[in-house]
């Protein structure tokens, strides 16, 4: 896992559009397991952020627009809408349009402005309030991170993978959301 973490911190600060040659499925489910452990892991991290942020009373995370979305439907359903609907959809709109950056400097341009669009799209699953705004940076952290993350396994190996990769990623948090009701 440590050279597949360096290598996504090496591209993630001079992306570049170079797809792997590599493609055999071992090598690619073997990255790709890497990469999702890399998103989990990164999220585990920030979250005590947002426990702080809520105790101190500058946000509150009971009117979270997902949980609000989730409320009415059955587990499968949640499971459905998250861990493939919203992916394929986001995928299609943040890293689909990656590949058409030719040029380095306007793909690096493109993947990092997607990314941050990515990010700053999740500013909806909160109320819009004044301390919202202010911590907005560290509020999608999380999700402009992954972003990175699934950027860099889109161009490396394909829409499909990522994908597969936020897919997998939100069924992980879902999963553990379910627990959490037991």
Known sequence: MKTTFTALIAYL???ILNQDQNSDL??????????????????IVISPVFALFEQLNWINLENHKVEELFKEMGKLQIIALASMAIPIIEELIFRGPLTSFKKPKTFKIGFYFFTLAFGLVHLTNFDITTNVLLL????VLPQTLVGTY??????RFGLQWSMLLHGSYNLFFILIGFISDF
Not at 28 to 42: G, N, V
Not at 150 to 155: A, S
């Open 26 to 43: 071992k090598y690619r489910f073997k990255i790709y397991l890497h990469i999702l452990m890399i998103s989990i892991i990164t999220s």
């Open 150 to 155: 699934f950027g860099y396994i889109r161009v």
């Open 13 to 15: 600060k001079n992306p």
């Open 136 to 139: 907005a940076p560290i509020l």
